[in-house]
């Protein structure tokens, strides 16, 4: 593959972020057909890789890192901007620093570019090793992940899955603003009032699910299969993905992409020297509009959010 050059964004942290980067969450590749793809992937361009501790992938991509480094494909680790994720059982200001050392320790990194709270939920196994839902500190969570910052573990830290009014009370304590919000955005949920809201506070969006999660256990085909991008897509002869991801890189967000097809790995590069029409644009605006990703399993009579209103603060 020949190496596309990826712009980049400037966050409010200062540090630069690739403009288009490569999820590992949820990919149907078994875990060693992963690294040779993850390299692949380096090989093509991509520069910016989103893991998490959830995805179990953390360890599979620091190999790749160094064997792209091993090969020449990349002259410094400081060329791969590496995001990861704080999941919900680590979501408590004691346990932040111990998961983000375990984190590196997988990744084999000295600093991720970018560590994120995965989700505004806190829960914790009991003796019989079930999950039991606990009260979720919007305030202690983020002075530790403050914490990590200084330490310069994590060179910008954010959240993901967070609504405007979480973002509002996580920004009345913070020191260190949150550099970036990580949410499902895609043309079929297109996230206006949270991306305004983003904009005036200069948080940066990052858009996972970009393709509606196509092919997933639990995605939609309502980016894929909309009618709207396909005929635009065919007129401007390009692929359905690409004018999708192009749609969320002209609203001013990061468009994460997970493919493991070298083709479209390819392909889905190839959205940054062409634009979108304000007709087409127009037509955009009137695809449906659905969240697939509701996070109703962090939803519990007993647990400190009783319905998906509140989780999402009504912005549903």
Known sequence: MDEV???KVVLNSGHKMPAIGLGTGGSPAPLAEQLPLLVEAIAAGYRHIDTAALYGTEEIVGQAVAEALGRGLIKSRDEVFITTKLWCTDADHDLILPALN??????????????????PVRMKKDDTNSIKMMHFDIKGTWEAMEECCRMGLAKSIGVSNYSCAKLSKLLENATIPP?????????AWQQQKLMEFCKERRIHVGAFSSLGAYGSSWGSNAVMESPIVKDIAAARNKTVAQVALRWIQEQGATPIVRSFNKERM????????WELTDEEVGKIQQIPQERVCTGKNFVSPDGQYKSLEQLWDGEI
Do not use: C, T
Request: proline content about 3%; hydrophobic content about 45%.
């Open 179 to 187: 550099a970036l919000n990580q949410v499902e955005m895609n043309v």
């Open 5 to 7: 050059e990826i712009p």
């Open 102 to 119: 375990r984190s590196l320790r997988k990744l084999g990194l000295q600093y991720v570019d970018l560590y994120l709270i995965h989700w």
């Open 266 to 273: 390819r392909q889905n590069l190839q959205i940054f020297n």
